[in-house]
Structure formats: structure tokens, C-alpha cells
């Protein structure tokens, strides 16, 4: 047990380490700054804050990499929200279409539009049409 806590401690440590990029140590401590901001403190305080913590800003790379953090952030949002993305089921009529097959036509087998429920397809159509807007 003793390992583990110190195993996390480490993990930790490296994480704070000033020789990861700078974007990827505020997107660590992103939910705190934007809460910070949220509650009124400046910006200006904040770089003064991050740069008493290993960062290096200046109030122009801050505005800069924020920028950059939370477009990656919501970017991640959205390719996980994509990811559970719920099909609705597609009622089927009480007459499904025919299904022609080359072998059909290469047998001289006659089809007529009476075999295949147009208004079926239709409602198909229309519902694959409104699903995908």
C-alpha cells in the first residue's frame, strides 16, 4: 500500500515538472484557473500565481495558451459526446421492399412496382434524411 502512495506522489511530481510544455501543465490546473476567473481574479494575477509555480507567462502567452487549452479541452468534449451517439430504431412497414438480385434479372423474372412498397421506402428515406441533419 505503501508503494502505490508513493508511486502517485511521484506520478504527480513529474506532472508538475517545468519541463513539460506549458500547455499541457495549465490544462492540469485548467479547471482552477477558469474557476479563478469566474470568481473575478484578474488575469494579470493569475500569471503572477502560475509564474510563483514553475510557470513561465507573460500575460500575452498566458491569454495565448488559454486560448489554445480550452479549444483542445472542448475538442475532447466533443470527440467523447460523439462517441455515445444513440441511433434511434427505425420502425419497419408490415411489407418490406423486395430485394431485386442480379440472378432475378439474368433469369428473366418480370418485377413489377406492385413487389416493392414504395411508401416504405419513403418513410425510410425521410426518417434516414431527418437522422442525419
Do not use: C, W
Not at 506520478?11 to 474557476?35: G, I, N, Q, W, Y
Not at 418490406?96 to 411508401?119: L, Y
Amino acid at each position: 500500500m505503501m508503494k502505490e502512495t508513493l508511486i502517485s506522489k511521484q506520478l504527480k511530481d513529474a506532472s508538475k515538472k517545468s519541463t513539460r510544455p506549458l500547455s499541457a501543465r495549465l490544462f492540469d490546473v485548467l479547471d482552477d484557473v477558469e474557476s479563478a476567473i469566474l470568481s473575478g481574479v484578474s488575469h494579470e494575477d493569475i500569471v503572477v500565481i502560475l509564474n510563483g509555480n514553475d510557470f513561465n507567462f507573460t500575460l500575452e502567452s498566458f491569454r495565448n495558451t488559454l486560448k489554445y487549452v480550452r479549444k483542445k479541452k472542448g475538442k475532447e468534449a466533443l470527440d467523447k459526446s460523439k462517441k455515445q451517439v444513440i441511433i434511434p430504431a427505425v420502425r419497419q412497414s408490415a411489407k418490406p421492399a423486395k430485394i431485386i438480385t442480379k440472378k432475378d434479372t439474368t433469369e428473366g423474372a418480370k418485377i413489377s412496382t406492385n413487389d416493392i412498397d414504395f411508401k416504405a421506402l419513403q418513410k425510410l428515406g425521410a426518417q434516414t434524411k431527418k437522422d442525419s441533419k
